[in-house]
T-cell receptor
């Protein structure tokens, strides 16, 4: 069990650019979640997958946000045309049904 | 729909007890508790499912009052390592536990020697 891995750890981008983050979950976990966390707040749910199916995406922040999980393995979160308000920590977590989440260390995005 | 946590912050001396509360306006399927230290990922503490159970390990335990849609986290004889921000995360009954967790704003716990 190597834990949940996220890459990159930090990303600085210019406003208007597209960014993509990657998450490798724990292999035995069939659920994968994306959250956003800003300073002083709890994690904010974005979307989740069960195996390769994206079961909830209505809470993605805008149509600039999209996520994929090809073949039910790793997942990517893409933000198009980044804005300064997108600056935050993006957390990935994985779990099995009925169990707690294991979070990755996150990707800190700074939009300048 | 975001659960409400109280208190927002608490400062304790090592060895003292603390209670953190989490309440929801919607019927709950489960409640999770996590602890997050500054600059680190949240760490899972425990999960309580609908049924009003109580769980615990070491000196940290929690209860879930299904009728009141409330959960409480109990930290007894606190240790310096307990310092951090505690979040409750809730799954709603309407989603059957399949909607992902909605987290509260957190309770900041500081343990002083």
């Amino acid at each position: 069990d190597t834990g949940v891995s996220q890459n990159p750890r930090h990303k600085i981008t210019k406003r208007g650019q597209n960014v993509t983050f990657r998450c490798d979950p724990i292999s035995e976990h069939n659920r994968l979640y994306w959250y956003r966390q800003t300073l002083g707040q709890g994690p904010e749910f974005l979307t989740y997958f069960q195996n390769e199916a994206q079961l909830e995406k209505s809470r993605l922040l805008s149509d600039r946000f999209s996520a994929e999980r090809p073949k039910g393995s790793f997942s990517t979160l893409e933000i198009q045309r980044t804005e300064q308000g997108d600056s935050a920590m993006y957390l990935c977590a994985s779990s099995r049904i009925g169990l707690g989440y294991t979070f990755g260390s996150g990707t800190r995005l700074t939009v300048v | 729909q975001q659960p409400v946590q109280s208190p927002q912050a608490v400062i304790l001396r090592e060895g003292e007890d603390a209670v953190i509360n989490c309440s929801s306006s919607k019927a709950l399927y489960s409640v999770h508790w996590y602890r997050q230290k500054h600059g680190e990922a949240p760490i899972f503490l425990m999960i309580l499912l609908k049924g009003g159970e109580q769980k615990g390990h070491d000196k940290i335990s929690a209860s879930f009052n299904e009728k009141k849609q409330q959960s409480s986290l109990y930290l007894t004889a606190s240790q310096l390592s307990y310092s951090g921000t505690y979040f409750c995360g809730t799954e709603f009954e309407s989603g059957g536990g399949a909607d992902g967790l909605t987290f509260g704003k957190g309770t900041h716990l500081i343990i002083q020697p």
